[in-house]
């Protein structure tokens, strides 16, 4: 349900041209002592205009009451002074106050019929010539199509903050437009998905089994295949992926939609081999068919070898390693010599195996040799890591090609500077970016890739690091001999552990308090949360006993109720169901607290388990956050000491991020004075929150993964500012933007590749059994620089452990390279 509020703009207090973000104050028809605020996005908003707003009162604590809307319809003015003070606000150009006021006087209350259908009769007001006529009666034109564009999109379910964007998107054309393809509002408008445009079209008229419907199916179809990482999908894939998102059976047609489209250029085909040997018909969107032929094309061409003087590069490293007192080990000084003498060639290994030791001589060497080495990775955290740990500057991928307007502007007809290029973290290109930056490597350059096969995968399509390993005429240096020094890491040696499906014994400080001390890097806590099957049983129990206790109807989550206190009419007919007859009801019903109920409820508690400190997981959580990592192992506060990032597999749950950033926001950054923050739907921003940027966003220079902290905020724009390290550059965020950003006090460990944090905090329970994969612990376990607290049970580490993530993601690369390679 929605409310209703009828009433004359006063004045427009803000206004944002950009996105329409819109601040008015209105004097509702039925309040006439005191004017409200509204928030709305609207393309343009005039003092005086009758407008009739649908949307929620909500109460801000420091602007107190204000409506905010989902919908605007402007309807003719209900006064002659609303009239007046309407056309001489800005409306018309040409049209002041005076004007104005002239018109009204002179027709009345036919004034706006004059504007419809006569405007040429304003010559009769004095003042008012040819020439002004013509300024006037241009910009009442453009005005009249603005206002039916909104009410044609608002008219067919297109929420006001849509509507502004499809406006500016398509100008007068819109109506036009959207009448004709619909469809091409998911394609255009960042934010409208199928769903939304499938509506419209639905709306509009268009058949539910007529081919535009279909074919944008498939096209959505395609683009989700693209998020699970696949570059293409079968002809079964396709139909069953139609055939669920729009419950129809597509088969009959499928393969004639299929070859339309790509007739009309709309998908492309690629014939592959099927695990049989069969040839197989692959259905690709345009860009990931062209992306993955760019990099089977151009790894091919980097293949050739480059004359080096071997012996020369031999002497140099031994020569290098004595003046710096530093040993290379076999494999290392076989991958330096090996890669210098490479165009194209793979450097890997796990943690703890001396990538960066041979990165930093490599470059050293390179530097010797006259070459102009660039460094690059795909996130900036990777990139400040790994300037730093190489002594030159690095950045991102983005940054190094120079992103401009609609494309990257280095390309291949417009090179990168440089003679090497050494590429960190790719474990984390997909096929796209890696296309990108392949194409802008100039013909002479030679190109290092560096990265951890074992780790997640790109959250964008392909799986290009791994599929290069597959061939074999790719150059591939291993590393895999484990430092002392690095091996002195527990981080470091359960990383290795896990890599090999065996279960670390990590201790606990509930165990062994000593090891809180800074020499133990990894420990483990003892936790637990009631699992969803568990709360069901606990709900069934509260009805049954009491189901008119207070405490159960106020609160949403409320603890147990002590037992004299209930009432408790049907005891003698509740059973147990097998599966909890071990939960003694009466110790249930008297817990105080949700560790209390959580004992009662579990069969068995660990003994080193938190809830014998009435301690839930998302209870320790917050006190590694707030207390005891700052306590023992940082300086200060969490805030300015130890940065501290919470990990976890998911997003939903007890320990996904979204409750975990509820939570720790509440704790960490509670709501207060001086701390004005901007609600977007079920989004709450705070002054000083700690966000991430969720997509790349090239005209703000902000990509995927960046982790930033809230500088300020504008509570009437709808506004705030994020300032990202490592430079401290700071980026406006207009409200249009704001959904690009999350908090990101926890972010899921997909997140945080590329990433390193000082201290990591990784939740590991049953409750994502769905996620628990040994390459998703081991990932996040290695983006702990100082410290790993692992959270939760040992029964779900072991399970993610010897769990390995068999999907295979479907990509041509490896076929391609293999066809015709040197």
């Not at 950009?18 to 028809?29: D, K």
């Amino acid at each position: 349900m929605q409310d209703e509020l009828k009433g004359i703009v006063e004045r427009v207090t803000f206004h944002n041209p950009e996105n329409g973000w819109s601040v008015l104050r209105v004097q509702p028809f039925d309040q006439r002592l005191e004017a409200v605020p509204v928030l709305v996005h609207q393309q343009r908003v005039f003092a005086g205009a009758t407008m009739r707003f649908l949307g929620q009162w909500s109460e801000h604590p420091r602007f107190g009451r204000q409506f905010k809307a989902d919908t605007a319809l402007e309807v003719k003015p209900a006064s002659a002074a609303a009239l007046e003070k309407y056309l001489g606000s800005g409306l018309i150009k040409g049209v002041g106050p005076k004007t104005a006021r002239k018109i009204v006087r002179h027709f009345g209350d036919q004034t706006l019929d004059i504007f419809e259908q006569e405007i040429d009769r304003l010559t009769e007001v004095p003042g008012i010539a040819e020439a002004k006529l013509k300024s006037i009666s241009a910009a009442w034109q453009e005005h009249r199509a603005i206002r039916e564009v909104m009410l044609f999109l608002q008219g067919h379910g297109i929420s006001t903050l849509f509507a502004v964007r499809i406006y500016k998107e398509y100008g007068d054309k819109a109506i036009e437009v959207v009448n004709a393809d619909p469809y091409r509002l998911a394609e255009d408008i960042f934010g409208i998905g199928f769903f939304s445009a499938d509506q419209v079209a639905l709306s509009l008229g268009f058949a539910k089994d007529g081919e535009p419907r279909l074919m944008a199916a498939i096209r959505h179809v395609l683009a989700a295949g693209r998020e699970q990482g696949h570059c293409y999908l079968t002809l079964a894939q396709v139909i069953a992926g139609v055939n669920e998102l729009l419950e129809l059976d597509i088969a009959p047609r499928a393969e004639g939609l299929l070859a339309q489209m790509a007739a009309a250029g709309k998908l492309m085909v690629r014939t592959l081999a099927d695990s049989q040997g069969n040839p197989q018909t692959c259905y690709y969107s345009k860009t990931l068919y062209y992306d993955e032929e760019t990099v089977a094309t151009r790894i091919k061409a980097l293949l050739a070898p480059v004359e080096v003087d071997r012996q020369r590069v031999a002497d140099w490293l031994a020569r290098y390693c004595q003046n710096q007192k530093m040993e290379l080990s076999a494999e290392q000084q076989q991958a330096v010599a090996g890669v210098v003498g490479r165009r194209f060639a793979i450097l890997t290994g796990g943690p703890g195996c001396g990538k960066t030791t041979a990165t930093r001589v490599l470059v050293r060497l390179l530097e010797a040799m006259g070459q102009r080495v660039v460094l690059a990775a795909p996130t900036g955290r990777a990139a400040q890591r790994l300037g730093e740990v190489v002594g030159r500057e690095a950045r991102t991928i983005h940054r190094l090609l120079e992103w401009q307007g609609s494309g990257f502007k280095r390309r291949a007809d417009h090179p990168l500077e440089g003679d090497f290029f050494i590429v960190d973290e790719c474990s984390m290109l997909d096929v796209s970016l890696s296309a990108a930056l392949l194409r802008a490597v100039p013909p002479q350059g030679q190109v290092l890739f560096i990265g951890d096969p074992d780790q997640l995968p790109p959250v964008g399509a392909g799986n290009v690091l791994r599929d290069l390993l597959n061939v074999a005429a790719v150059p591939a240096f291993r590393l895999t001999k484990v430092f002392r020094q690095a091996a002195a890491s527990a981080i470091v040696r359960f990383a290795h552990q896990i890599n090999r499906s065996e279960v670390p014994r990590i201790d606990s400080p509930f165990q062994h308090p000593e090891r809180w001390q800074q020499e133990c890097d990894c420990l483990f806590l003892d936790a637990d949360e009631a699992t969803r099957e568990q709360l069901h049983f606990l709900g069934r129990v509260r009805r049954h006993f009491a189901p008119d206790h207070g405490r159960f109807r106020e609160q949403a989550d409320p603890f147990s109720f002590r037992l004299e206190e209930a009432v408790r009419p049907y005891e003698s007919e509740f059973e147990l169901p097998e599966k909890f007859r071990h939960v003694d009801l009466e110790q249930l019903l008297g817990a105080e607290s949700r560790s209390e109920e959580l004992k009662a409820l579990l069969k068995k508690v660990h003994p080193w388990s938190a809830l014998h400190y009435g301690l839930s997981a998302v209870e320790v959580v917050k006190k590694l956050y707030r207390e005891w990592i700052p306590k023992y192992r940082g300086q200060g506060s969490a805030e300015t000491g130890i940065e501290i990032q919470v990990l976890s597999p998911m997003t939903r749950g007890s320990l996904g991020t979204r409750n975990l950033n509820e939570v720790l926001q509440a704790e960490i950054n509670p709501a207060g004075p001086g701390r004005p923050e901007v609600r977007l739907g079920e989004r709450l921003f705070r002054l000083g929150d700690r966000v991430i940027h969720t997509r790349n966003n090239y005209d703000l220079e902000v990509f995927n993964g960046d982790i930033g902290v809230i500088s300020a905020v504008d509570h009437e724009a709808q506004t705030c500012e994020v300032t990202f390290p490592p430079d401290s550059r700071r980026v406006n965020y207009r409200r249009d933007q704001l959904p690009e950003l999350e908090l990101a006090y926890a972010i899921t460990i997909h997140k945080s590749q590329g990433s390193e944090f000082a201290a990591v905090i990784i939740p590991v329970l049953s409750q994502h059994y769905r996620m628990l994969f040994n390459n998703l612990i081991y990932t996040g376990l290695t983006r702990a620089r100082r410290l790993a607290v692992l959270v939760g049970s040992r029964r779900a580490l072991a399970l993610a452990v010897h769990n390995r993530d068999t999907a295979q993601r479907q990509t041509a690369l490896v076929p391609l390279l293999a066809a015709d390679s040197p």
